[in-house]
């Protein structure tokens, strides 16, 4: 086998040198600048999504439409939570899971949820987690009818919602009910994905990386019979996307 | 996977000849390469973007042992493991020998190119794994034991029907053909069930970022998500070439990316993975690994006519572009990368000789480089493999030419060269052509220019030269 300095000195040989050369700096990829010039384009992010949040929440539902979700502009929280319990109510839902977002407390999923007949749960656990534990949340997760998260941000320019795995956000929630229904607060959309790679740039440069990222961008589809697309093949077959104006 | 690219031209004939095949794949050109000029056409800063993947990617390769290093690094420090793999047999034994470890029972596969390159699906079941491509595509590839067909559409050729074959035991011939959100749910259906048992995963990379040693995975169907989620052991594979240095680079990549693979300006789903579960987590790997694969790339990288071909992205444009691929069809070119890109790749790879047809297999209309999203000049390396293939190469691997075509070819050469010889040659040529020729025209000519004269007439050289009919009308003149 193949040990790592024997590798890579070969590639160095392919190079035609003798030693790794540090690579001298070019302005085209970000990898030459500092954790200030990372966070400078961050916070210019931040702010932005912030100054113009009416306007990147019309672009997001646009492109989101576009995208495949199913959106709704909820005008208030009842609005809101009245849209989702209309959901559990059309898909028959029985068990339900959802995100610990602050999103979904200030819309009162859980009541509205309940309230249909259907179990909620909280994707969330304290400690470590053995392997059958984890076998118990992914079954869970399989046989639930919908699940139902928060943003961690959004991205204008294609109708994407960005979330980060972590306690109380599994990965699953997302991808394993055939419905997914996440909700948006003003202000939590960015531009385009430049801004959302600055963010992840100044967290990995701050040492606060996620363990995982998805970008969402509508249902789960495929095109792969005869070119003809069909939503819902591994992931949801259908995606909510709730936009809550701001109060 | 073993080289067929001998087979090039009958299999190339197979594929012309058949109708269906010819039906089904020209959904590569209304489909993505159609999305692809739209996608492209709507973003404006499209050029821009196209030169800065080409500087990132050139960058990252003349580069390549620094970010290699680099990336081997911070997967490591991420908790997760790196194997650095020579060839192809390595990296199988290698993944092999840890699902032994592990006890894995279901191995899920998403779509990975490289892995195609180990024939690792069919080695894991013989292993006694149960092993499942997890692309739609690839599934009824694998179901129907065949290899992809298009880097991003494998299934491309296969009509409704065929699917239904494959995916329906009860099926036959004269039963209504199922339509295409049909046969999906069915698939769905079927897979289903291996996602919730699989307890390894092995999917391919789209990047790999060098700095925080990340993986992106780039879906529309969401396996590479299921992937990264359901099984304890997640297995990664790339060829040592799919490096980009920074996160923040996602962002010009991933665009140039979907838009050309797909037309797309965003995939369903872009997956970014910084290493195993986190202890907080309540599902995600317990282990992750990184296999690097080396396998013949090392011959482009050494190779500085070849080594621009290290930047491709694998999104399948040129493919889409190319009217040759478009008629030939992506089992013509016998190994894992077809269309112009493969005819470069493929001939470095496995050897050149076998592999002889696919640069001349181009009418170098130039397409494919102007589909490039990362700016590859294909069709300069195409005619640098002809060249080889012709004279330029002393090493008779490479060069496949035979000594007669040589020599043929240097006679013309010294013929073309001088005003005496050449006067003196076309002349010989016009009188011994002359009882061929028919109004002007040669239709029906002897071996070897029969092989011009078959499909195309060739004008009749006239009997007298332009130099003296000039010279005639000249003296007429005075």
């Known amino acids: ?247 | 996977m073993k080289p067929l690219t001998v087979n090039f031209r009958s299999k190339a004939a197979m594929t012309l000849a058949d109708a269906q095949i010819q039906q089904s794949i020209e959904h590569v050109y209304t489909g993505f390469y159609k999305g692809r000029l739209t996608a492209a056409g709507d973003t404006p800063d499209w050029e821009d973007l196209r030169t800065k993947g080409k500087a990132i990617k050139d960058h990252t390769i003349a580069h390549l042992d620094y970010y290699l290093g680099l990336l081997a690094d911070n997967v490591e420090k991420n908790g997760g493991s790196v194997f650095f793999a020579d060839d192809a047999e390595e990296a199988r034994r290698h993944i092999i020998d840890l699902a032994h470890k592990r006890k894995i029972k279901t191995v899920i596969k998403s779509k990975s190119m490289v892995s195609e390159e180990m024939g690792l699906a069919e080695a894991m079941n013989d292993e006694g794994f149960e092993t499942v491509e997890t692309d739609l595509g690839e599934y009824i590839i694998q179901l129907a034991n065949e290899t992809p067909y298009h880097l991003i559409a494998p299934a491309v050729h296969k009509s409704r029907a065929d699917v239904a074959k494959l995916l329906d035991d009860d099926y036959k011939d004269g039963d209504r053909v199922p339509d295409a959100t049909e046969l999906t749910m069915m698939a769905r259906e079927k897979l289903r069930g291996v996602f919730e048992r699989a307890d390894m995963s092995v999917t391919g990379v789209n990047f790999a970022v060098a700095e925080s040693g990340s993986i992106a995975l780039v879906t529309n169907e969401g396996n590479g998500r299921m992937s990264t989620t359901v099984p304890r052991v997640h297995v990664a594979v790339m060829g040592m070439e799919k490096i980009i240095p920074s996160i923040q680079d996602l962002s010009t990549m991933l665009r140039i990316l979907i838009r050309s693979a797909t037309g797309q300006r965003i995939s369903t789903y872009v997956t970014m993975v910084n290493g195993k579960r986190r202890p907080e987590e309540e599902e995600g790997p317990e282990e992750f690994h990184l296999v690097i694969l080396n396998n013949g790339r090392q011959k482009l990288l050494e190779d500085p006519q070849m080594r621009e071909s290290l930047n491709c992205i694998r999104c399948g444009a040129c493919l889409n572009a190319c009217p040759v691929y478009r008629k030939v069809g992506g089992h013509a070119y016998g190994w894992v990368y077809p269309g112009p890109i493969g005819a470069i790749v493929t001939p470095v790879l496995t050897g050149l000789k076998d592999a002889d047809n696919l640069p001349a297999a181009s009418s170098l209309c130039g397409a494919c480089h102007d589909v490039c999203p990362v700016k590859i000049n294909i069709p300069r390396m195409l005619l640098e493999l002809r060249y080889r293939t012709a004279e330029g190469s002393t090493d008779k691997d490479e060069r496949t030419s035979s000594a007669t075509e040589r020599g043929i070819w240097k006679a013309w050469r010294m013929g073309m060269m001088g005003r005496r010889r050449f006067d003196i040659g076309s002349r010989i040529a016009s009188i011994a052509l002359k009882p061929l020729s028919r109004n002007g025209w040669l239709t029906k000519v002897p071996p070897p220019i029969s092989g011009w004269t078959s499909t195309r007439d060739f004008p009749a050289i006239s009997m007298s030269s332009l130099k003296s009919r000039l010279r005639k009308r000249n003296e007429g003149s005075k």
């Open chain 1, 1 to 247: 086998m193949a040990d790592r300095a024997t590798f890579i000195a070969g590639v160095t040989a392919g190079l035609g040198r003798t030693e790794v050369l540090l690579p001298s700096s070019i302005t085209e990829t970000a990898s030459f600048e500092d954790a200030s010039a990372a966070k400078a384009k961050a916070d210019k992010a931040a702010t932005d999504a912030s100054e113009r949040s009416n306007e990147l929440a019309d672009q997001m539902a646009e492109e989101a439409t576009k995208a495949g979700w199913k959106v709704h502009r909820a005008s208030n929280s009842e609005d809101a939570a009245s849209y989702v319990a209309s959901i559990c109510v059309q898909k028959k839902a029985t068990s339900v899971l959802r995100s610990n977002h602050d999103a979904l407390d200030q819309i009162g999923v859980d009541a509205a949820v309940t309230n249909t007949g259907a179990t909620l749960e909280k994707t969330e656990h304290s400690g470590d987690y053995s392997q059958d534990q984890i076998e118990v949340s992914k079954s869970k997760a399989f046989s639930a009818d919908i699940g139902i998260t928060g943003v961690d941000y959004a991205i204008a320019e294609t109708g994407t919602v960005v979330l980060h795995p972590r306690s109380g956000l599994s990965r699953l929630v997302s991808l394993a009910p055939p419905t997914h229904i996440a909700v948006l607060r003003s202000g939590e959309v960015l531009d385009s994905l430049d801004e959302l790679f600055a963010m992840e740039r100044n967290d990995f440069m701050s040492g606060e990386l996620a363990g995982s990222m998805n970008l969402i961008s509508g249902p789960s589809k495929t095109a792969d019979i005869e070119g003809t697309t069909v939503t819902g093949i591994h992931g949801p077959l259908e995606v909510h996307l709730v936009i809550l104006a701001d109060s």
